[in-house]
Structures are given as structure tokens and as C-alpha cells.
């Protein structure tokens, strides 16, 4: 009886000091502990367009859970370079942030981080880096990356800003659901969210803990020929459209936290709590974007020959595919879609986590 009593003590003292490594990598992460050894701070290096315009023609106007990442995937079926909010904030939002940061009246830090996660609270970090942010400043760091079409779900107060500098660009109004509707869907997909994300990020975070990143970053460049900093400089492929690769996976989910998790809380997401105020979101387009520029969307019943129609799209296949658009994945959706990438660099994980314990 003793043996099994020592043997499970064992398994516990085990089991308790795995999870500690990991959640000190999480925390890590949360707090960009080493990222100012390892990130890059490169931007894209893009031509810009004029001043004041942004290149982008078709913006989707809706908050997250009304299908925005469906009419996405139908504009990059159409042959618009994409960005979903994600794409936006690692290409385009962290060199916008870190500029305003970097500033010696702002502090003069390095990098932005200013942010803490979300599940800690809201705070006003990223729309105090959007109030400080010039329409020239904007319009120019999304040209140099090269998006033609743009969903704001997540970053909604960068909608308008963007739209006044994108004079010919016509909007997706993603109008569709009733308030109750989109309340549930919300709701429901929120605290999957944030606990699949939760559990996911104990194991993607081991690189965080130690400044392993100094070295396999560039390493992870080198053996994919050049991957990372390619994606880096021009902001294309959006890797939200998928099949990113293993190194710019790897690179991204170490961006993640600070590029994505903690924007979360920074103040560009709105929360729409009453039906009044969900119903006067949609309405404000309604009065502010010219009749011939704007395309009421519903899930239900419009097709690609309808998008294709209103965007003056002719000539391409797509167009006639018949029936709505399909519902496409959400949680945890770049992993679903691509388990075999995702699969392939939890070895690496598991031995960085090793490497902590050994160290810890």
C-alpha cells in the first residue's frame, strides 16, 4: 500500500509542477517577458498609395458572430487579398501601435505593451495609439501591406477611420441577424473562446518562458527559405486565409500574445449589449455610406453572383457557384482547418516545456 501511496504522490508532485511550468510560460507570454530580445519590429515595406488612401475596395462592416469571416473567405475566392481583424493587428496594427509607443512623450518604449489580457479588464491602451494616430499614418501602413478588402470584427472602432481613407471602397453590411440571435451566437462562442484558447496556450507558450526565440526564429526563417521575414515585409498571404506554413505558424503564435490576446482588451473591440445599440451600429452605415456603395448582406440567402454583382465582378468562376455561402469554422478555426501544421510543431512544444522544467 505504501509503493501505491509514494507512486501517486509522485504522479501529483508531477502533475502539479507540469502545470506550473505552463502557466509560467503563459504568464510569460501575457507580460512579453523576452520579446524585446526576439521580436522583430520590421513592418511591411510595401509602395504606399496616395496620401490619405489606403488601397483597400471592400470593407465588411459587421462585430464579430454575423459572418465575417465567411464573406472573407468568399472576397479571397474572388481574388481580394483578405485581412480578417487578426491579419490587421499583426501586419498592420502592432508597427502602428509601437511607432505611437515608441514616441518619448508616449513613453518611448520599444514595442507596445501597454494591453493585459482581457480576462483582467478592459483598458484604453489601443484607442489612445488610434487618437494619436494621423488618417496619413493609418492609410499608409495598411497600403504598404497590400489588403484590398478588410473585416474590422474585434477592431470595430477602426472602421470608420479606415473607411475615410478608403474614398472608393464599397461596404458589406452584415445586417443580417436579429439582436437575440446574434446576443446567443456572441455568448455562446465567448466562453469557448477564452477556454479553448486557455488550455491551447499552456502548450503553445513554452517558447516564452526563455528567450529560446533568439535563436528559433531565425532558424525557422532559414530552413523555409525566408518565410517569416517575407510575410513580415509584405503582409501577404493573410494567414487567416490558411496554409501559412510551419515556420510563419510558429512565429505568429509567438506574436500572439502580444500582437492579438492582449489588443482583446486595448479599447478597438465595441460591445453591443442592447438591442438600441446593436440596431444603431448598422444604422450609422445606413446613413453615412452612399446607397450605390453599400450591400445589405444576409447569410440566408445571398450568393456569390449577388457579391459578384455588386463588387462588379465579371468573368470569374466563382461567381457562379450557386447556393449561400458556407458557414465556415470558428473556433479554433486555423487549427482545424490545418491539423496537420498545427500537429506538426507540438513535438517542439512539449521538448521547450521539457527544457523549462529541467532549467526550473
Known amino acids: ?115 493585459y489580457p482581457a480576462y483582467l479588464g478592459r483598458n484604453t491602451s489601443d484607442i489612445k495609439a488610434l487618437n494619436g494616430t494621423s488618417s496619413e499614418e493609418l492609410a499608409a501602413a495598411l497600403s504598404r501591406c497590400g489588403p484590398k478588402a478588410m473585416a474590422f470584427d474585434g477592431i470595430d472602432q477602426l472602421f470608420w477611420p479606415t473607411y475615410a481613407v478608403s474614398p472608393t471602397a464599397k461596404v458589406v453590411s452584415m445586417s443580417w441577424r436579429t439582436y437575440a440571435q446574434y446576443r446567443k451566437s456572441f455568448d455562446d462562442f465567448g466562453w469557448q473562446m477564452v477556454t479553448a484558447y486557455w488550455i491551447y496556450g499552456l502548450l503553445v507558450s513554452s517558447p516564452l518562458l526563455l528567450p529560446y526565440n ?44 502580444r500582437r492579438w490576446m492582449m489588443r482583446l482588451s486595448g479599447g478597438l473591440e465595441v460591445y453591443y449589449n442592447t438591442q438600441q445599440e446593436y440596431e444603431a451600429f448598422f444604422e450609422e452605415a445606413r446613413r453615412r455610406v452612399p446607397p450605390d456603395r453599400l450591400f445589405e448582406w444576409d447569410m440566408r440567402r445571398h450568393t456569390m453572383r449577388d457579391l459578384c454583382e455588386f463588387l462588379g465582378v465579371a468573368g470569374n468562376a466563382e461567381c457562379d457557384v450557386p447556393g449561400a455561402l458556407p458557414k465556415s469554422i470558428n473556433l479554433m478555426y486555423l487549427e482545424r482547418e490545418n491539423p496537420v501544421e498545427a500537429l506538426s510543431l507540438v513535438p517542439l512544444y512539449i521538448f521547450l516545456h521539457y527544457l523549462n522544467w529541467r532549467v526550473l
Open 1 to 115: 500500500r505504501r509503493p501505491a501511496m509514494a507512486r501517486c504522490g509522485s504522479c501529483c508532485s508531477f502533475a502539479w509542477k507540469a502545470l506550473l511550468v505552463s502557466w509560467m510560460s503563459h504568464t510569460a507570454g501575457f507580460m512579453c517577458l523576452f520579446n524585446w530580445a526576439w521580436e522583430p519590429t520590421t513592418t511591411c515595406t510595401g509602395p504606399p498609395q496616395p496620401v490619405n488612401q489606403s488601397g483597400i475596395e471592400v470593407l465588411v462592416y459587421g462585430m464579430s458572430k454575423t459572418g465575417t469571416k465567411s464573406i472573407s473567405t468568399a472576397l479571397r475566392r474572388l481574388g481580394y487579398p483578405t485581412y480578417h481583424s487578426e491579419d490587421f493587428l499583426n501586419s498592420v496594427w502592432a508597427g502602428v501601435a509601437d511607432a505611437f509607443w515608441r514616441r518619448p512623450e508616449n513613453g518611448g518604449a520599444r514595442m507596445a505593451t501597454g494591453g
Open 214 to 257: 533568439v535563436v528559433l526564429i531565425p532558424l525557422f526563417d532559414r530552413l523555409s527559405g525566408g518565410d517569416i521575414t517575407k510575410w513580415l515585409t509584405t503582409g501577404q498571404p493573410a494567414f487567416t486565409a490558411g496554409n501559412e506554413g510551419i515556420a510563419r505558424r510558429f512565429v505568429r503564435q509567438c506574436f500572439g500574445w
